[in-house]
Every structure is written in structure tokens, then in C-alpha cells.
């Protein structure tokens, strides 16, 4: 069985950092594409970023010059530095990964994951 398991939420000023972990763990063949979501209070959940497995990133406007994304291979791990943290980007996140698992001796199948998401709190 497959987990995501974060770390690193809480609650920081304005203008403070944060550093979100996310690591899977479980009968992992690899991971493709790893990314971080955020939902706020009555809202949708967004993306905030994400990272393919050769490291090419994506960030939501919003994020961009503010938060990095990066990964680990080897850990199966991935993190999100927030710096210049605002009010608004309070929420929680979570962190998701599409995980390929071994189904047989030649076959593989790809699943989409979750982590149980981590709070974050900016206060102003």
C-alpha cells in the first residue's frame, strides 16, 4: 500500500517561510509527476506547484518568486519552500504524486495519490 505522508505546516507571520516534506512510501516502482495543492476555507482546491520527475516546474501565479518546489528521487520525497509567506496564502495543503506501482511480473499501473494535507496559517 502506497502513503504520502507531510510535514512542516504551522503558523508563521507575514512575510516569514515555511518548508512543506512529503514522503511516499509503500510498493513504489516510480513516481512521475509530484505537485503541491492548497484549499482555503469555502474555496476549491488549487495548484500551487508542481515538479516532473526530470525537474521541470510549474507554479501558480500567485506563488511564483515566492515558493520553490523541489524533489528527491531517491527519498521518493517532495518539498515546497514558502517564503514571503501573505495572509492569503493560509490554507491547507496537500501534497499529491502520480505513483507507479508493479502489478505483475511485466505490467505496471499508474495511480494518483494524496497526502492527509498539513495547515498552514500566515497571520498579519
Given at each position: ?6 510535514s512542516?505546516?504551522g503558523m508563521?507571520?507575514?512575510?516569514g ?8 512510501s509503500g ?13 482555503a476555507p ?9 515538479i516532473s ?18 524533489r528527491d528521487?531517491?527519498?521518493n ?8 509567506l501573505k495572509?492569503?496564502d493560509?490554507?491547507?495543503y496537500?501534497c499529491?504524486?502520480?505513483i507507479?506501482?508493479r502489478?505483475?511480473?511485466?505490467s505496471?499501473?499508474t495511480?494518483?495519490?494524496?497526502g492527509?494535507g498539513?495547515?498552514?496559517t500566515?497571520s498579519?
Amino acid at each position: 500500500q502506497v502513503q504520502l505522508v507531510e510535514s512542516g505546516g504551522g503558523m508563521v507571520q507575514a512575510g516569514g517561510s515555511l518548508r512543506l516534506s512529503c514522503a511516499a512510501s509503500g510498493n513504489i516502482f516510480n513516481i512521475k509527476d509530484m505537485a503541491w495543492y492548497h484549499q482555503a476555507p469555502g474555496k476549491q482546491r488549487e495548484l500551487v506547484a508542481s515538479i516532473s520527475r526530470l525537474g521541470v516546474t510549474n507554479y501558480a501565479d500567485p506563488v511564483k518568486g515566492r515558493f520553490t518546489i523541489s524533489r528527491d528521487n531517491v527519498k521518493n520525497a517532495v518539498y515546497l519552500q514558502m517564503n514571503s509567506l501573505k495572509p492569503e496564502d493560509t490554507a491547507i495543503y496537500y501534497c499529491n504524486a502520480q505513483i507507479v506501482i508493479r502489478t505483475g511480473a511485466f505490467s505496471t499501473r499508474t495511480d494518483n495519490y494524496w497526502g492527509q494535507g498539513t495547515q498552514v496559517t500566515v497571520s498579519s
